[in-house]
């Protein structure tokens, strides 16, 4: 049975990394101390023996995957964004074609549990504590995180 669907993906953006300085009471100038932001989150086709047709996708065609926290002070990382798992028969070619481009083939899920991450999520950004150096002691700069 020949089958077909078209699904929009979207992977999560990065989280940024935050400025923020160690400030405590026995230690009033603590140095840099942002955390870093969480990593978005992927879409992941996985073949599943059990299923044998695309017709679930007509109803839920959009698949989109969390993004990643920022970070915190005091060294905190942001959490990681919640990857999406979508299950497709054994068989299904994975095309893709964005606004006027041609299709292109991009993989073939023929065997069974087979994984193939079709939006990757974005990188987190780095904190201010990335940006340290011997003349450079309180930086004032910290990364966004990356598009997904």
Known sequence: MLDSAVIEVRAGNGGSGI???????LLPRGGPGGGDGGHGGDVVLIADPALNTLTK????????ARNGTRG?????????????????PVGTE??????GADKELIGDLNQPGQRMIVAEGGRGG??????VSATHQEPLLAEAGEFG
Not at 72 to 88: F, I
């Open 126 to 131: 780095w904190g201010n504590a990335h940006f």
């Open 19 to 25: 400025v923020a300085f160690i400030r405590e009471a």
């Open 72 to 88: 915190d002070g005091h060294h905190r990382n942001g959490a990681n964004g919640d990857s999406v798992e979508v299950t497709v």
């Open 94 to 99: 994975v095309w893709i074609w964005e606004d």
């Open 57 to 64: 996708f007509h109803w839920q065609p959009h698949f989109i």
